[in-house]
Protein backbone atom coordinates (compact mmCIF):
# COMPACT_ATOMS: atom_id res chain seq x y z
CA UNK A 1 0.00 0.00 0.00
CA UNK A 2 0.97 3.38 -0.82
CA UNK A 3 2.12 6.03 1.83
CA UNK A 4 1.37 9.82 2.27
CA UNK A 5 2.33 12.48 4.44
CA UNK A 6 -0.87 14.54 6.01
CA UNK A 7 -0.25 17.03 3.71
CA UNK A 8 -0.20 15.22 0.96
CA UNK A 9 -3.45 13.39 1.43
CA UNK A 10 -4.97 16.95 2.44
CA UNK A 11 -4.34 18.38 -0.86
CA UNK A 12 -5.35 15.38 -2.16
CA UNK A 13 -9.12 15.65 -0.58
CA UNK A 14 -9.06 19.03 -1.34
CA UNK A 15 -8.89 18.29 -5.57
CA UNK A 16 -10.65 14.85 -4.77
CA UNK A 17 -13.78 17.41 -4.00
CA UNK A 18 -14.74 18.78 -7.26
CA UNK A 19 -14.66 15.17 -9.02
CA UNK A 20 -17.34 12.61 -9.42
CA UNK A 21 -17.27 8.99 -9.31
CA UNK A 22 -15.80 6.95 -12.28
CA UNK A 23 -16.32 3.37 -10.70
CA UNK A 24 -19.36 1.86 -9.18
CA UNK A 25 -19.40 -1.27 -6.96
CA UNK A 26 -22.54 -3.07 -7.13
CA UNK A 27 -24.19 -4.58 -3.97
CA UNK A 28 -22.63 -7.79 -5.34
CA UNK A 29 -19.19 -7.04 -4.24
CA UNK A 30 -15.65 -6.38 -5.81
CA UNK A 31 -15.35 -8.40 -8.72
CA UNK A 32 -11.74 -8.91 -10.60
CA UNK A 33 -13.48 -6.94 -13.52
CA UNK A 34 -14.23 -4.48 -12.01
CA UNK A 35 -10.69 -4.38 -10.07
CA UNK A 36 -9.12 -4.14 -13.38
CA UNK A 37 -11.70 -1.18 -14.15
CA UNK A 38 -10.17 0.97 -11.18
CA UNK A 39 -6.45 -0.01 -12.11
CA UNK A 40 -7.41 1.32 -15.35
CA UNK A 41 -9.04 4.53 -14.43
CA UNK A 42 -5.93 4.80 -11.90
CA UNK A 43 -3.43 4.51 -15.05
CA UNK A 44 -5.14 7.34 -16.41
CA UNK A 45 -6.69 9.70 -13.99
CA UNK A 46 -4.17 8.95 -10.47
CA UNK A 47 -6.86 10.02 -8.38
CA UNK A 48 -10.23 9.12 -8.58
CA UNK A 49 -13.89 8.37 -6.39
CA UNK A 50 -15.32 5.35 -6.39
CA UNK A 51 -19.40 4.65 -5.14
CA UNK A 52 -20.00 1.48 -3.44
CA UNK A 53 -23.72 0.46 -3.18
CA UNK A 54 -24.51 -1.91 -0.15
CA UNK A 55 -25.76 -0.48 3.52
CA UNK A 56 -22.55 -2.97 5.11
CA UNK A 57 -19.92 -0.48 6.32
CA UNK A 58 -18.09 -3.37 7.61
CA UNK A 59 -17.44 -4.67 3.94
CA UNK A 60 -17.50 -0.90 2.70
CA UNK A 61 -13.69 -0.72 4.71
CA UNK A 62 -12.41 -4.21 3.37
CA UNK A 63 -13.63 -3.02 0.08
CA UNK A 64 -11.36 -0.14 0.56
CA UNK A 65 -8.45 -1.80 2.26
CA UNK A 66 -8.73 -4.66 -0.63
CA UNK A 67 -8.31 -2.44 -3.36
CA UNK A 68 -5.59 0.22 -2.15
CA UNK A 69 -3.57 -3.30 -1.26
CA UNK A 70 -3.89 -5.08 -4.51
CA UNK A 71 -3.38 -2.34 -6.46
CA UNK A 72 -0.88 -0.21 -4.77
CA UNK A 73 -2.81 2.73 -4.13
CA UNK A 74 -3.07 5.30 -1.43
CA UNK A 75 -6.51 5.71 0.76
CA UNK A 76 -7.11 9.25 0.64
CA UNK A 77 -10.71 10.04 2.67
CA UNK A 78 -14.16 7.50 2.93
CA UNK A 79 -16.90 9.19 2.67
CA UNK A 80 -20.21 7.38 3.49
CA UNK A 81 -20.27 4.88 0.39
CA UNK A 82 -17.72 7.13 -1.73
CA UNK A 83 -13.67 5.68 -1.56
CA UNK A 84 -11.42 8.82 -2.57
CA UNK A 85 -8.16 6.27 -3.90
CA UNK A 86 -4.83 8.17 -5.09
CA UNK A 87 -1.82 6.55 -7.01
CA UNK A 88 1.09 8.22 -9.47
CA UNK A 89 0.17 8.17 -12.76
CA UNK A 90 2.57 6.36 -14.77
CA UNK A 91 4.66 8.65 -17.47
CA UNK A 92 4.68 7.02 -20.64
CA UNK A 93 7.10 9.26 -22.44
CA UNK A 94 5.71 9.62 -26.31
CA UNK A 95 8.17 9.49 -29.04
CA UNK A 96 7.94 11.70 -32.07
CA UNK A 97 9.23 10.23 -35.48
CA UNK A 98 12.28 12.55 -36.87
CA UNK A 99 11.06 11.90 -40.14
CA UNK A 100 7.63 14.06 -39.06
CA UNK A 101 7.69 17.51 -38.59
CA UNK A 102 5.18 19.91 -37.19
CA UNK A 103 1.46 19.36 -37.37
CA UNK A 104 -0.82 21.73 -38.63
CA UNK A 105 -1.90 24.76 -36.68
CA UNK A 106 -5.05 27.25 -36.74
CA UNK A 107 -4.15 30.92 -37.35
CA UNK A 108 -6.39 34.11 -37.43
CA UNK A 109 -5.56 36.11 -40.70
CA UNK A 110 -6.78 39.90 -40.03
CA UNK A 111 -7.09 42.03 -43.24
CA UNK A 112 -7.53 46.01 -43.35
CA UNK A 113 -10.28 46.76 -45.21
CA UNK A 114 -9.52 48.40 -48.56
CA UNK A 115 -11.31 51.89 -47.97
CA UNK A 116 -9.79 52.05 -44.26
CA UNK A 117 -13.40 52.90 -43.23
CA UNK A 118 -14.88 49.20 -42.44
CA UNK A 119 -14.33 46.76 -40.16
CA UNK A 120 -11.16 44.50 -41.29
CA UNK A 121 -12.05 40.77 -42.29
CA UNK A 122 -11.08 38.24 -39.89
CA UNK A 123 -10.56 34.52 -41.45
CA UNK A 124 -8.89 31.31 -39.68
CA UNK A 125 -7.28 29.11 -41.63
CA UNK A 126 -5.55 25.87 -41.37
CA UNK A 127 -1.89 26.36 -41.77
CA UNK A 128 0.54 23.01 -42.36
CA UNK A 129 3.81 23.19 -40.76
CA UNK A 130 5.89 23.91 -43.61
CA UNK A 131 4.12 26.92 -44.27
CA UNK A 132 3.66 30.75 -43.00
CA UNK A 133 1.62 33.60 -42.78
CA UNK A 134 3.38 36.37 -44.94
CA UNK A 135 2.90 40.17 -43.39
CA UNK A 136 0.08 40.47 -46.07
CA UNK A 137 -1.98 37.56 -44.61
CA UNK A 138 -1.59 35.31 -47.32
CA UNK A 139 -0.14 31.30 -46.81
CA UNK A 140 4.03 30.55 -48.20
CA UNK A 141 5.44 27.39 -48.31
CA UNK A 142 8.19 28.03 -45.74
CA UNK A 143 11.96 27.51 -47.75
CA UNK A 144 14.69 24.96 -46.45
CA UNK A 145 17.26 26.75 -44.74
CA UNK A 146 20.15 27.94 -47.20
CA UNK A 147 23.59 26.21 -46.64
CA UNK A 148 26.76 27.99 -47.74
CA UNK A 149 29.71 26.00 -50.41
CA UNK A 150 32.18 27.61 -47.88
CA UNK A 151 30.79 26.46 -44.58
CA UNK A 152 29.83 22.56 -45.96
CA UNK A 153 33.48 22.67 -47.50
CA UNK A 154 34.79 23.17 -44.12
CA UNK A 155 33.31 20.28 -42.54
CA UNK A 156 30.94 21.80 -40.49
Known amino acids: MLKLTPAERSSLRAEAHALSPVVII ?3 GLKPSVLKEIDNSLNSHGLI ?5 GDDREARVTIYDTICEQLNAAPIQQIGKLLVIYRP ?19 T ?8 TKRPSVTKVMVKGNERVTQGGSIKRAKPRQTSPKKSSLGR
Do not use: L, N, W, Y
Open 109 to 116: IVKPSPSG
Open 89 to 107: KKDAPKERSETRGKGMREV
Open 49 to 53: KVRVF
Open 26 to 28: SED
